[in-house]
């Protein structure tokens, strides 16, 4: 062989890897299957807390995901069960808010800091199925659910300043609940969701500047979606996951915030809803929720580098 192919080949394998397409891959199974958890990333692990367990019991289960390891650890159980929770983290610390209780709605915060929970200030009002974020020191819990009148769509966002331990309230997203909500770049971003059932799903996205307390709506994601996850990682919005009538949701999008346009990515192996979704070094790992409408649960554990 001549030294100008040799030369071509070595110049096309590395041109072949940069343009490869991205695969999910399987990592560590979630120790308790569960569904209707709720995830988020202190000091690089992915804490996952509460939800359904098989047998249709809330739980007070919560473990952490090491993706340098690819190792599960059990941590110290919630002080009570919850399903349909927010969480967020911030500093080493893990917060999660609020939740379906074994008999109603919560207002609760808690903070887990590895040696156990501490019970911070109540919510102003109850809230379940919504989602949460933290920009600039300040915890937002945004959409869901709230009990007075029973399953009323939330039309306030709850704020925590976390330094105070004090809750404020700003004006919410347009209302629904089982949506995605992540932060990205000091912004915060409602995906998805529904009213109701999971006929009801929408594919409305909404961005919130903390600066100008104002909500700004965004190209729609291409395919509507209830009982979601949503993560920001890059420059990148990654929506995964969801229930409707035809079943659980397989397609993900990615939506690039410089170009503000939705883009696809491989379809998830495992559709669930009721998922955790969580990004740790450019890749987006989903884990956990259920495998078909209604109650269900899952192990499952699976991660998209995004590029």
Same mark, same amino acid.
């Given at each position: ?17 940069? %343009? ?78 609020? %939740? ?15 040696? *156990? ?13 919504? *989602? ?15 009990? &007075? ?5 939330? $039309? ?69 979606? *209830? ?6 990682? *890059? ?10 009538? &035809? ?11 410089? $170009? ?48």
């Amino acid at each position: 062989m001549r030294f100008g192919a040799l030369v071509a080949i070595a110049l096309l394998i590395p041109a072949l890897a940069e %343009g490869a397409s991205p695969s999910w891959k399987r990592a560590a199974p979630l120790p308790l299957a569960r569904g209707e958890v709720a995830a988020a990333v202190a000091e690089g692990r992915i804490y996952v807390v509460g939800g359904f367990t098989a047998s249709g019991q809330a739980s007070t289960r919560v473990e952490a995901y090491s993706p340098a390891t690819n190792t599960w650890s059990i941590e110290a159980d919630l002080p009570a069960p919850v399903h349909h929770p927010m969480a967020a983290g911030y500093r080493g610390r893990v917060y999660v808010a609020g %939740g379906y209780g074994p008999d109603q709605q919560l207002a609760t915060l808690l903070a887990f800091t590895g040696d *156990g929970w501490t019970r911070l200030a109540s919510m102003p009002e109850d809230r379940a199925a919504g *989602g949460a974020a933290v920009v600039n020191g300040r915890l937002y819990v945004v959409g869901g659910t709230t009990s &007075s009148p029973a399953g009323r769509l939330a $039309r306030r966002m709850l704020v925590y300043e976390i330094a105070a331990n004090r809750w404020t309230t700003r004006r919410g997203p347009t209302p629904r609940e089982h949506l995605g909500v992540t932060a990205l770049g000091g912004r915060i971003y409602a995906v998805g969701g529904r009213t109701f059932g999971f006929d009801t799903n929408m594919a409305l996205v909404e961005r919130f500047n903390p600066r100008t307390g104002r909500w700004t709506r965004l190209p729609k994601v291409p395919g509507r979606r *209830g009982g979601t996850g949503a993560a920001g990682t *890059g420059r990148w919005i990654v929506s995964v996951g969801g229930e409707a009538p &035809s079943g659980t949701i397989r397609t993900v999008y990615r939506y690039d915030v410089r $170009r503000r346009r939705w883009s696809r990515l491989p379809n998830l192996p495992t559709p669930r809803h009721g998922l955790g979704v969580a990004a740790v070094g450019g890749k987006v790992y989903v884990i956990g929720g259920g495998t078909s409408p209604g109650l269900s649960v899952s192990q499952a554990n699976e991660s998209l580098a995004v590029r």
